[in-house]
């Protein structure tokens, strides 16, 4: 186990020297230096006047591209020549109205007025006409008058329904046994 440690420390001892002589040995290493060649300097500026493709633009002057007035003075100057120059006349141009033919016809609509000789002078739509007749007794009820459900007994209802059941078996063994007789 020391020794183990022991080789660890050597190791290590080691390794921290030889990072040492790289970085030492890093200041004569061959590093790319940029030479004057690569990088040309800008010495004339020349001008190529191709007439083919320049025919119609006129040249200007390097000097005259910012024409703004640089001095409180010069902008008066240039607003008076604003001024002093006449106006040249503009011409209304006669705007197409597209949507005139969009605009609404307004026209008042016909009123009909049909009168019936048999309604009264002095009609109002507010007044109640009253049809029903109005009884202010409440009338008695008389259980002699039998309207609605009779009593019937158990057995007539049991004979009703078996008779109903009979029927609809006979149905429909008889829907059962019909289409069997027919196919052949």
């Known amino acids: 186990m020391i020794t183990e440690l022991v080789m660890n420390r050597v190791r290590q001892l080691f390794l921290a020297l030889i990072g040492v002589l790289k970085r030492a040995m890093c200041c004569f290493s061959r590093r790319r230096k940029l030479s004057l060649g690569e990088c040309e300097v800008l010495n004339t500026v020349s001008v190529d006047r191709d007439q083919g493709r320049f025919k119609n633009v006129p040249e200007k002057d390097w000097n005259s591209w910012d024409d ?16 002093a120059q006449v106006p040249s006349p503009v011409e209304p141009k006669a705007e197409m109205d597209y949507f005139q033919d969009m605009a609404p016809q307004i026209s008042s609509q016909p009123k009909i007025c049909i009168a019936t000789d048999t309604e009264p002078s002095d009609f109002s739509r507010l007044t109640a006409k009253i049809d029903i007749p109005v009884v202010n007794e409440l009338e008695d009820w008389n259980e002699g008058d039998r309207h609605g459900w009779d009593d019937a007994d158990e057995t007539t209802t049991k004979q009703l329904i078996r008779e109903t059941r009979k029927e609809l078996r006979a149905q429909r063994y008889h829907n059962r046994h019909q289409p069997e007789a027919s196919y052949t």
């Open 68 to 83: 703004s007035p640089k001095t409180v003075e010069e902008h008066i100057e240039r607003y008076r020549e604003t001024l």
